[in-house]
């Protein structure tokens, strides 16, 4: 891949070429060079990938310029933790908050979906056995609304069985997180599911 013309990213972004303007103007894509006429020329696999981001993020609620704010650093993480157990979600609390995470708490199914779709996060830890609604419950259901489907889910349970975790995948869990755990493992499954080992130092 090179460096391509406005038109070529919008016919193969499928979107119009005031939308690769704008989004240049803004600061959220980077010309990487000019034609000898003065035609704006972009890197083309550094350009899809920010486009693909930019996509995910806006299909999240997130408005243009708190999507430059993320791409800045300047804009918290979220994490939606729904645990009963206080202890746990102490201890999560504990771990993000160090690194800079914004975090909300619910103790059961029910109570996250009165949260989820207002909130919003970019994570989930999900506790597998809560009275009312299971974790695998929640699971399904986060998957199946088109509005939070995306949304990156861990599974932190003391019930660490085979069977247990092989239900939670299949429920549509990205990651599964044994209890007890220590603050390393607990970055390193962030890291391993939101797919950036610079999110969590």
Same mark, same amino acid.
């Given at each position: 891949?090179? =460096?391509?013309?406005?038109?070529? !990213? ?11 303007? @704008? ?6 894509l ?6 000898? *006429?003065? #035609? ?8 899809? =990938?920010?486009l693909?981001?930019?996509? @995910? ?8 310029? #708190?999507?430059?704010? /993320? %791409? ?22 504990? /771990? ?6 914004? %975090?909300? @708490? ?6 996250? *979906? ?14 597998? !056995?809560m009275? *009312?609604?299971?974790?695998?419950k929640?699971? #399904? =259901?986060?998957?199946?609304?088109p509005?939070?489907?995306? $949304? ?21 869990a ?15 499954? $962030? =890291?391993? !599911?939101? *797919? ?6």
């Amino acid at each position: 891949m090179g =460096n391509v013309k406005i038109s070529e !990213v919008a016919v193969k972004a499928r979107v119009l070429p005031s939308t690769i303007r @704008h989004y240049t103007d803004l600061g959220l894509l980077e010309v990487s060079d000019r034609t000898d *006429g003065g #035609q704006r020329l972009y890197d083309e696999e550094k350009t899809f =990938n920010t486009l693909a981001k930019i996509k @995910h993020l806006s299909s999240r609620g997130y408005t243009l310029n #708190q999507i430059k704010d /993320i %791409f800045a650093g300047g804009l918290k993480k979220r994490v939606l933790i729904i645990d009963d157990d206080p202890d746990v979600v102490d201890l999560i609390k504990t /771990i993000l908050k160090a690194e800079d995470w914004e %975090f909300k @708490h619910a103790s059961d199914g029910f109570e996250a *979906g009165t949260i989820l779709l207002d909130y919003l996060p970019d994570l989930i830890t999900l506790d597998l !056995v809560m009275p *009312g609604m299971d974790g695998f419950k929640v699971c #399904q =259901n986060i998957r199946k609304d088109p509005r939070t489907k995306s $949304i990156k889910i861990i599974s932190i349970t003391a019930y660490d069985t085979p069977e247990y975790k092989e239900k939670i995948i299949k429920s549509g869990a990205d990651g599964y997180l044994p209890k007890p755990f220590t603050p390393e493992e607990l970055r390193t499954k $962030i =890291n391993e !599911v939101l *797919g950036k080992v610079e999110l969590v130092k």
